[in-house]
């Protein structure tokens, strides 16, 4: 005879195997044909990658004018919300250095989010050499930073914005889409800023602001296949800020 105890632990032994099994376990789990919603395109959706090269005169207080440098390393990821419309967020890391050009304190996160606006464009179509896009564009981000070490902690914001104008030369065949490069676009235009941020270490703390608060923003994205760019940026107010990028647009 199986005594009460045995029986008891068994009993116990089923029940847990049944519910295991009702629930599928954490790796038969991933494998479902089924899901609750049902992604039918990729289309709206860009992803990509971008390297900064900041530099910002930054208004120190009682202490006169600094540079802040940052070095930045994020992702990107955007969503076509029209086909204007474009809304779009970065996470990454920062390292930057406010009293040495040469010592940049430990990389900590940094990330922002925004939207871009295409507001008007003209095709033209002669020369044909030239046939392009000319457009206006308009883009406007929030973006926070942080940059720390055992003895030191920057942290800074920025709300920025830019209206530009863009020409694009691109391929007007169908049958060429395969070319290279697909298109070539180039813009420029006045970019607007509000930096602010916070310098803390065991001898002071002291809040910063940018120096100027209006300036310009200039590019080339290289359109290596229909979907699928390298650009480059710069932005100046009182010093320059150069980054670079890769985009994917599905």
Known sequence: MMSTRR?????ALLLVSASLSARGGTLAGTTRHDTWLIQ???ERLS???TVDFQS????????GLRTLKARVYSGYVGIDLTEWLNVFGTLGQSEAALFS??????NKLKWSTGLQAGLWHFDVEDPTFLAGRLSINAMGEY???KSADSYEDISWREWFASATVGYEIFVTKLADIERYPYSI??????AFSSLSGDDNNPIHNASFSQDKSVGLAAGLDL???HNLSAGGQLIYFDDTTYSVSLRYHF
């Open 223 to 225: 359109f290596i296949s």
């Open 143 to 145: 973006s926070q930073y």
């Open 101 to 106: 050009d040469d010592t940049y304190l430990d």
């Open 56 to 63: 910002r005169k930054v208004d120190l207080d009682q202490q």
């Open 47 to 49: 992803i990509g990658g």
């Open 40 to 42: 039918e395109s990729l």
């Open 185 to 190: 676009a180039m813009y420029v235009g006045p």
């Open 7 to 11: 029986f008891l632990c068994l009993f």
